[in-house]
């Protein structure tokens, strides 16, 4: 797996596999930076890769697009962009939102990578109250997931996950607790790795071993899925746990919005 890989670039690809299903549109708004612009993924979001223009060109153009309803809230991964770059930012009036941690873990098929870390007994103990997402469930493993980011302000998007099932390269996993979803997980494979996204439990919940659970059972599906490897984007609560079952670290990524131009969908 390429060292250099970031985890970021994953969450590309599944908004790709959105518009597809969901005839959406993603546009370039100049050389340098994607934005996706599919109603209702999750939130808008500006994606900033690398830079091969000026920051402040970058800058100035998600300013203007924002006056005509694009998105400002943009992500940038720290060791792409010029030193500068946040500071840029908030010099232009930005605000930082939160900051995420890019993480992977490798699946090395010559040593038991999975059952090398603390999270060994939690592999050896598959919890019973994991399993696929029914049909007659989105309701509840939406109001979970919301619940569990409201630190965030994601927003109900039910039909989106609706349209996602329809796809061979995702799956959603839920936590059951007496018949409600208490934990959601969220797999997408794409070129023989897996990424993991929507891991959250609602604040009730929490220190329960919860999210270990789901980790857990993401990992083995993937790896029995054939992936090489994991990554996902963790906040900095979220990190120690990952880091337990073997992600490290590849950089921290930033995000942005400015708040006199709403940065969510309608």
Not at 29 to 35: A, D, L, P, Q, Y
Not at 58 to 73: A, C, F, Q, R, Y
Not at 84 to 93: M, N, P, Q, R, V
Request: negative net charge; aromatic residues 10%.
């Amino acid at each position: 797996m390429d060292e250099k890989w970031i985890p970021q670039n994953n969450l590309e690809e599944l908004s790709r596999e959105f518009v597809r299903l969901t005839n959406g549109s993603v546009i370039d708004h100049s050389e340098g930076f994607t934005t996706t612009l599919a109603p209702g993924f999750f939130y808008n979001r500006n994606y900033i890769k690398e830079l091969t223009v000026p920051v402040a060109d970058v800058v100035n153009s998600i300013l203007e697009k924002g006056k005509d309803g694009m998105p400002t809230l943009t992500s940038f991964t720290e060791d792409l962009v010029p030193a500068e770059t946040k500071a840029f930012f908030l010099e232009k009036g930005f605000v930082e939102l939160f900051v995420q941690h890019g993480m992977v873990c490798h699946f090395d098929d010559n040593s038991d990578t999975l059952f090398s870390h603390k999270s060994h007994s939690v592999l050896q103990e598959p919890d019973s109250n994991i399993d696929l997402l029914a049909s007659d469930e989105w309701s509840q493993w939406t109001s979970a997931m919301i619940k569990g980011f409201a630190e965030e302000n994601k927003q109900r998007e039910d039909v989106v996950f609706e349209n996602m099932i329809k796809s061979p390269d995702i799956c959603f996993l839920g936590y059951r607790h007496n018949g409600k979803i208490i934990g959601t997980a969220m797999l997408h494979y794409t070129s023989g790795l897996a990424g993991l996204h929507e891991v959250a439990v609602p604040r009730e919940y929490r220190r329960q071993g919860v999210a270990s659970k789901l980790v857990a059972r993401a990992l083995q599906i993937a790896r029995d899925h054939g992936a090489q490897g994991m990554t996902l984007q963790a906040s900095p609560k979220g990190r120690l746990v990952y880091q337990s079952f073997g992600f490290y670290d590849t950089g921290l990524i930033h995000s942005m919005y400015h708040p006199d131009i709403p940065f969510t969908a309608d």
